[in-house]
C-alpha cells in the first residue's frame, strides 16, 4: 500500500466532474438514452461553484483580487452561496445584497457561511437606491480591491461552463451527445456548454428551458423584449424579465416553457424514481425533456444530456412540502399525487 494520504487540499478542489448518471424509469416510455448532469454533486451543491471560482479566479490573475479583498453580488441563491464558499478558503470578504422577500432560512445560510447579507427592500424599483442592484454598486464603488460578480452581464459565466461543464459533457458520452436540455436563468450554464459542444459538432442540438411569465423565450424567437410576457412565477433561477447578456442567444437552437406545477411534480417524481433528490429546476429541464419526447423531438438514436442544476434540500419548504405544494393549487392540478398524498 502506498503510504500518501488521498486528502483533497481543500473543499474548492472537488468543483466540478461532476457524474453523468442515466435516467432509467421516468424516461422508460421515451425515444432514445438520456443523462443528467448531475451538478448538485459539487460541493456547493450547485452549478453556481463553477462560476463562483472561475471569475474570482481570473480576478485573481488580473491582480485585482488580493487577501482580504471584497466580493459582492446581489443573489440569495445559489450563486450567493457558491461565492460564500470560494471567499472563505480564498480569504476574501464576500457581500451579498439580497431581497427582503429571500427566505429567513437562505439568509441564515448564507451568513452560516460567513458572507455579510444586506436585506433589501424588495417592493422598489432596480433604480432606487435602496434596492439591492444599487446597494450592491454602490458598495463595490466605495469598497477598494471589491469585484462585482453581476452574474446576469459577466461574460466569464459562460466561459466557466466553456471550459468545465461542455468538455465534461464531450468526454462523458465520448462525443455521442445529440440533445443538451439546460435551463436558461442567467443563460451562462446553457450558453458555454453550447459553444464548446458545437465547437464539436455543430449537428448538437440546444434546447434552452425557460419559465411561463419570462421573456427569454419570445426575445430568441422575436429579437424583441415584449414585457407582456412578464408576470410572477414559482421557479426560482430559471427565466427572467430582463435580456442577460451572460445569455448567447445565437447558440440556441430553440427554447420550450414549462409551468410552476408540472415543474415541481416532475422534480418530486425525479426523486422518487431514479433517487436523485434533484432541486426545484431540474423538475423544469425533465419536465422539458417529457414535452419534447411528446413532440416526437427525438429517435432511438437520439443522446440526450439534461442539466439538473442543484440539490432538492433547498427545497423542503417548497416543492418538498405537501402543504406548500397544496397551498399553490399544484396538487389539484396532478389528481393521482393528490390521492397518494392523503393515503401517506
Ligand atoms: N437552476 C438553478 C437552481 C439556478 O440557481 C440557476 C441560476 N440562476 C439556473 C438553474 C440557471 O442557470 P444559468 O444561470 O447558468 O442559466
Redesign the pocket.
Known amino acids: 500500500m502506498e503510504n500518501k494520504i488521498k486528502a483533497n487540499n481543500n473543499i474548492l478542489e472537488l468543483i466540478g466532474k461532476t457524474p453523468l448518471v442515466k435516467l432509467n424509469k421516468i424516461t422508460e416510455n421515451f425515444t432514445g438514452d438520456f443523462y443528467a448532469k448531475v451538478e448538485a454533486f459539487n460541493p456547493g451543491h450547485?452549478?453556481?461553484d463553477r462560476?463562483a471560482i472561475h471569475i474570482i479566479e481570473e480576478a485573481e490573475k488580473k491582480g485585482i483580487l488580493t487577501e482580504g479583498s471584497t466580493i459582492i453580488e446581489t443573489?440569495s441563491?445559489?450563486?450567493g452561496f457558491s461565492i460564500a464558499m470560494v471567499s472563505i478558503i480564498k480569504g476574501y470578504k464576500c457581500i451579498l445584497a439580497v431581497s427582503s422577500k429571500s427566505s429567513a432560512d437562505k439568509i441564515d445560510m448564507l451568513r452560516s457561511m460567513g458572507a455579510e447579507v444586506y436585506v433589501c427592500p424588495a417592493h422598489v424599483s432596480a433604480d432606487d437606491p435602496r434596492s439591492y442592484y444599487q446597494v450592491a454598486k454602490r458598495l463595490h464603488s466605495e469598497t477598494k480591491n471589491s469585484i462585482y460578480i453581476n452574474?446576469?452581464f459577466n461574460e466569464l459565466?459562460?466561459d466557466a461552463?466553456y471550459r468545465s461543464t461542455g468538455p465534461e459533457i464531450w468526454e462523458q458520452t465520448a462525443g455521442q451527445i445529440t440533445h443538451l436540455v439546460?435551463?436558461?436563468?442567467?443563460?451562462?450554464?446553457?450558453?458555454?456548454t453550447a459553444r464548446y459542444l458545437k465547437e464539436q459538432n455543430p449537428n448538437i442540438k440546444i434546447i434552452g428551458v425557460d419559465a411561463y411569465g419570462s421573456v427569454l423565450k419570445k426575445y430568441h424567437e422575436t429579437g424583441n423584449l415584449d414585457t407582456n410576457e412578464i408576470y410572477p412565477y414559482r421557479?426560482?433561477?430559471?427565466g427572467k424579465n430582463l435580456i442577460?447578456s451572460?445569455?448567447d442567444f445565437q447558440i440556441i437552437d430553440e427554447f420550450i416553457k414549462v409551468t410552476d406545477a408540472e415543474s415541481a411534480h416532475t422534480a418530486r417524481e425525479i426523486s422518487r424514481t431514479e433517487g436523485i433528490f434533484v432541486?426545484?429546476?431540474?423538475g423544469?429541464?425533465m419536465q422539458a425533456v417529457k414535452q419534447l419526447d411528446e413532440l416526437g423531438t427525438f429517435d432511438k438514436d437520439s443522446k440526450v444530456v439534461v442539466?439538473f442544476?442543484?440539490h432538492g434540500s433547498?427545497y423542503m419548504s417548497k416543492i418538498y412540502s405537501d402543504q406548500w405544494m397544496d397551498d399553490q393549487g399544484f396538487l389539484e392540478a396532478n389528481p393521482v399525487e393528490a390521492k397518494q398524498e392523503i393515503q401517506f
Open positions: 450547485s452549478s453556481k462560476i443573489t441563491g445559489n450563486t452574474q446576469y459565466n459562460m461552463h439546460a435551463c436558461s436563468g442567467t443563460g451562462g450554464t446553457i450558453s458555454g421557479i426560482e433561477g430559471l442577460p451572460a445569455t432541486g426545484y429546476t431540474s423544469a429541464a442539466i442544476p442543484d433547498r
